[in-house]
């Protein structure tokens, strides 16, 4: 199967069927220049690709998280 089709299905997969609002994908060696530890290869030796999705949240849940931890209630 071509890596575009497979790229494509994985990013359609996690944005209609999980939800996510970003998807990236990026060659392992794209990091190659991070420090020790940081390398997708440093935990996975033979890794290949680095897949990250995220999603937004709501400005008021972080900000009053982050308040829960100023206040020490966290």
């Known amino acids: 199967m071509d890596k ?3 790229t494509r299905k ?3 997969f996690l944005i ?3 939800g996510m609002d970003m ?3 990026c ?3 794209a990091l190659d220049a991070e ?3 940081y390398r997708p290869t440093d935990i996975l030796y033979c890794c290949k690709s680095v897949i ?3 999603r937004r949240l709501l400005n008021g849940a972080v900000q009053a998280q982050f308040r829960r931890l100023e206040d020490g209630m966290a």
């Open 16 to 18: 209609a069927e999980r």
């Open 27 to 29: 060659p392992a060696s």
């Open 52 to 54: 990250v999705f995220g």
């Open 23 to 25: 998807v990236g994908i």
């Open 35 to 37: 420090p020790e530890g």
């Open 4 to 6: 575009q089709i497979i």
């Open 10 to 12: 994985i990013k359609n």
